[in-house]
């Protein structure tokens, strides 16, 4: 894998560019190099913003028609060479192949590009009267900077680059510095099919350059795209403030499943189980709390156990395997940290101790209260609390009590019901009996300080238009 990745490069007004400076990618479930990534700074993004500066003219005046083809054209590229980006996601990730693992993630790409490019927004006649005809049409910004992060590096790309392309806006990418390389390499195939500056990268490890700050705070670009934590949207917010940049922030969420008492325990295990575990709990709109009806409770914690202790955990190249290490040290560190703190509260039902390098196994802990910073904090990794309730408002009560609203889930035999208790939440996704089943047809977005705007469908393809009318 390091060989071949020596290759990868930024990709700059269709040109390979090779900065003088590479840094070294991280395999976390082995601790040996997945490979090296351009060391990009300031010079090489100043490069990128203006050449994808000079291709918006002809690309923003190209035809409704032609940017669906161009956009299905990269989705047929992505799919050409699926194993290869599988891959390196693997290799830099750590996530296994199979199950919900990177090559999921690559036909996830292939299916959001897809549907992206089939949707369109077309000129609206808001008036056509005697006393005259308004119009309204939606324009693209300009240059869109998109800043993904590690957990699903070529996933997310595909989920910001695509519906500016198909809005007719061109884009400057920057990966996360722990999985560059399956996005850079995603941007040159794209680059295959697509005119010179149409999308351009850049990518570094921060020791130099911010490249994320830069981004933000740069005349060039219209408009950012970030999916990541709170506190660093934040900062994305912050700098961006002077340039007037339109925002999508999809940052941290803390989600709450709200089991009722009615729910069948063995029935519900498995989707429990994966709403929490999905790549090894990495994911924004995973379940990271789970409250539980005393009636089930033990019956809920006993079916969920059972479930878990079958998942194999392993290295990613492992077919068997469902579940990898945590991505990176700071995470695990985390994760570690948090779980620590909660054994001495509640009891671990299964996992508990830090495996080898990075791995850390699913861990279920039942016992804990609002009070624990494993319930309150976003641990973002492989590790459960269960919190007991006898009253439905005090469930609802707690898990809105939190300053961020990014998905929920409720979980019982009466979807009415369910319905009821889920308009109650303060979040942006409402899941019945499933959790974070995301499709690229409906809005996604958070409340709260999980961020603002939206992705996916055609709310979130006016993200990257202004509103223009025109009164005849």
């Known amino acids: ?132 005809r308004v119009e309204m049409y939606r324009k693209p910004l300009g240059v869109v900077g998109s800043i993904t992060p590690w957990n699903f590096p070529v996933l997310i790309a595909v989920w910001h680059i695509l519906p500016a392309l198909r809005t007719g806006n061109t884009v400057v990418s920057k990966p996360s510095p722990h999985t560059p390389l399956a996005s850079l390499r995603l941007i040159e195939l794209m680059n295959g099919v697509l005119p010179p500056g149409v999308v351009n990268s850049v990518s570094g490890d921060e020791t130099g350059v911010n490249l994320g700050a830069a981004m933000s705070s740069h005349e060039g670009i219209s408009k950012i795209v970030f999916t990541g934590s709170c506190a660093t949207g934040q900062k994305v917010m912050q700098s961006s403030a002077e340039t007037m940049k339109r925002l999508t ?56 156990v059972e479930f878990a202790r079958k998942i194999p955990v392993g290295e990613g190249t492992d077919e068997n395997a469902l579940l990898g290490p945590v991505q990176n040290r700071m995470q695990f560190d985390k994760v570690s940290a948090l779980v620590e703190k909660a054994k001495t509260s509640g009891k671990v039902l299964l996992g508990g101790e830090p495996g080898e390098g990075q791995f850390y196994p699913p861990t279920i802990i039942a016992g804990m209260t609002a009070d624990d910073p494993l319930v309150y904090e976003e641990q973002f990794g492989p590790a459960l609390p269960i919190i007991r309730y006898h009253d439905i408002e005090d469930a609802i009560v707690q898990a809105n009590a939190l300053d961020v609203g990014l998905g929920g889930s409720v979980w019982s035999a009466d979807v009415e019901r369910a319905k009821e208790v889920a308009k109650r939440l303060e979040c942006g996704s409402v899941w019945i009996n499933s959790h974070g089943m995301i499709q690229p047809n409906a809005p996604f977005g958070g409340v709260k300080k999980s961020g603002f705007g939206v992705e996916f469908g055609e709310e979130g393809l006016k993200e990257y238009t202004d509103i223009q009318v025109i009164f005849a």
């Open 1 to 132: 894998m390091t060989d071949e990745t020596q290759n990868i490069a930024l990709v700059i007004g269709g040109e390979r560019v090779q900065p003088d400076a590479r840094f070294e990618v991280r395999n976390p479930a082995t601790g040996g190099l997945a490979g090296h990534a351009p060391n990009a700074g300031q010079d090489e993004l100043d490069r990128a913003v203006a050449a994808a500066a000079a291709a918006f003219p002809g690309w923003s005046a190209k035809s409704d028609e032609d940017l669906q083809a161009a956009c299905m054209a990269v989705a047929d590229a992505i799919e050409a060479n699926a194993e290869e980006l599988a891959q390196l996601v693997t290799a830099e990730q750590g996530k296994p192949l199979g199950g919900v693992g990177s090559r999921w993630e690559i036909g996830g790409a292939v299916a959001w590009a897809r549907y992206t490019a089939g949707l369109s927004l077309p000129m609206q006649v808001l008036q056509d009267t005697n006393e005259g």
């Open 249 to 304: 922030l999809e940052m941290g969420g803390n989600d709450a499943g709200i089991v009722l008492p009615d729910a069948d325990p063995q029935q519900i295990a498995e989707a429990l189980f994966w709403g929490a575990f999905i790549n090894n709990g990495q994911t924004c709109a995973a379940m990271k709390r789970l409250y539980v009806h005393d009636d089930i409770h033990d019956a809920v914690c006993d079916a969920l």
